[in-house]
């Protein structure tokens, strides 16, 4: 839907689909209406384009690919009727303009935003082109070089940034009234020329570099996305709105959007944006509890206890979800000194790439508080173990956290496979005890998987998941059983790839076609990462040629 008002011969076109106003088809036939009635009415010299509620517009409705996306008007059609507009159109942005949603914006002559407002292009990550004129658009306003730098990897930039390239006209501060601040700016241009506001009409800057600029992006897209078949064709389509006129651009764009919209990356990539969103909803089967009536208890002090591979990324993760009190433990003096040296030097190196500022890095690194013994420990709401895959160390260690931390203190392990029940039951209270299974390195990798043991609290459950969602992980709750979901999922992997070795291949043969294929890493790379011995630990524990497996399966043959 979308609400009409006039305002001082301002006609307001407001977006109203809650909660992130995407343009289903109900939105896009709003704004034409609206479109329509301020173009015939007299009183209206200009018009504001905004959206309601938290954000301006994130782009197409995702729920509506199957169904109603070609119902008219269309998004591309729907564009180019802005464009066209006789009356001045002005882009009110707050909150994000992602997606379609930027694309209605550079049909508008001018666009104006707050400065907490993000910008993006993301279509790429859901498999697809920006189908609504984006890549023909785009390189019009800001040439074909930041063009693919914005298309071929979809990521979102400030208001400020797009500002100084040439997206947006007018930057408003971010405690601003948008709409306000809008309307005066429309009525500033009421009666200006419209001729330089198309965009679609104007040149494209660097149009005679885009074979040097297409090999440069083909190059980094190779190497980035290995695997992925949209940013290629986001590239294509940009380099025609070097090389042919608009009505052209916009018809290889359309053969590009045909080709990916329901392929079966594409297909993958949507199912993944919902599911990442759906895990947010947890429940506890069977009893009604779930995250909608359950609260987290509040963290502020956390310690991680172990500084190899895994403590040392969760120790990052946390820093960088803004923990300002991280305790870290580690009693073997190399391990912590080798520890803390590696996180000092990330930190370095986020705020050398600027992901960080110099202020930021040093209130992290005077977040961390090395201890050297477990009373140190009694003031922290959330202890995170992340010791070696032993079942008698890790029990040692909850036998004294239940000792020392208070009553409140959430007792969390990192184990990758070992049953959550069963170190829960050393400490007093087993009902504090978790399971959060970080995968490594944990500081870059987002999934997180929280073990709900059997007599794990609902507030316990709840400070784990909220804890996942400030580090930006993808926090998905799971059941305790040997290997939870995601080493019961990888064992699979695991298994074929080590068939291959015996049948010939070499370990580097199985990474390299791996990582062609679009792996990140290799399996055996994986392996060399956390450690051969962890998966050693969990075989022998599991006792794959016990009587568990039935004569036949296939561990008990080998
Ligand atoms: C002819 C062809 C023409 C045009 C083709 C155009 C293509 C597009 O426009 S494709 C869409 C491009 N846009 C995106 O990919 C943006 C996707 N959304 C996001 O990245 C995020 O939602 C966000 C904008 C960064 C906001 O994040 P946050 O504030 O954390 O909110 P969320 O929890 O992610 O979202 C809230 C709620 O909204 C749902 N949702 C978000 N985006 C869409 C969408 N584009 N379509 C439908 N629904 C969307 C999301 O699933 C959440 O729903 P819940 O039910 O609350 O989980």
Sequence with gaps: MAN?????????ISLCSPPVNALSSDVRRGILDSLKKAEQDVKVAAIVICGEGRTFCVGADITEFKSEFKTFPNLFELVDILESSPKPIVAAIHGHAFGGGLEVALACHYRVALSSAKLALPEVKLG???????TQRLPRLIGIDSSMQWIAFGDEYSAQIAANIGIIDRIFPSNADILESAVQYAQSIIGKSLINRRVSKLPVKDA?????????????VGKKSR??????????AIKHAALLPYVEGMKKERMGIEALMGSDQSKSLIYMFFAERQVRNWTIPGTGINSKNTKPIKVEKVAVIGLGTMGRGIVLSLLKAGI??????????????????FIKNILEGYAARGTISETQKRSM???LKPVSNFEMLKDTDLVIEAVFESMSIKKDIFAKLGQVCKPSAVLATNTSALDVDEIAMVTPKPKQVVGMHFFAPA???KLLENVRGSKSSPQVIATAMNMGQRMGKVTVLVGNCHGFVGNRMFRHYTVETDFMLEEGAYPEQVDTVLKKFGFAMGRYQVGDLSGNDIGYRMRT????TNKQQPPGAPERER
């Design 4 to 12: 009409y008002s006039v305002r001082n011969q301002v006609a307001i």
């Design 128 to 134: 697809i082109l920006p189908g609504a004129g984006g």
């Design 208 to 220: 005679s570099k885009v074979s040097h600029i297409m090999e440069k992006y083909k190059q980094i």
């Design 227 to 236: 695997g992925a078949i949209a940013p290629m064709v986001c590239l294509e």
């Design 324 to 341: 300002k009190h991280v305790s870290v433990m580690e009693l073997n003096k190399t391990a912590r000194e080798n520890g803390l040296l």
């Design 365 to 367: 690194v005077d977040a």
């Design 443 to 445: 500081h870059v990798m």
């Design 541 to 544: 524990k599991f006792e794959m």
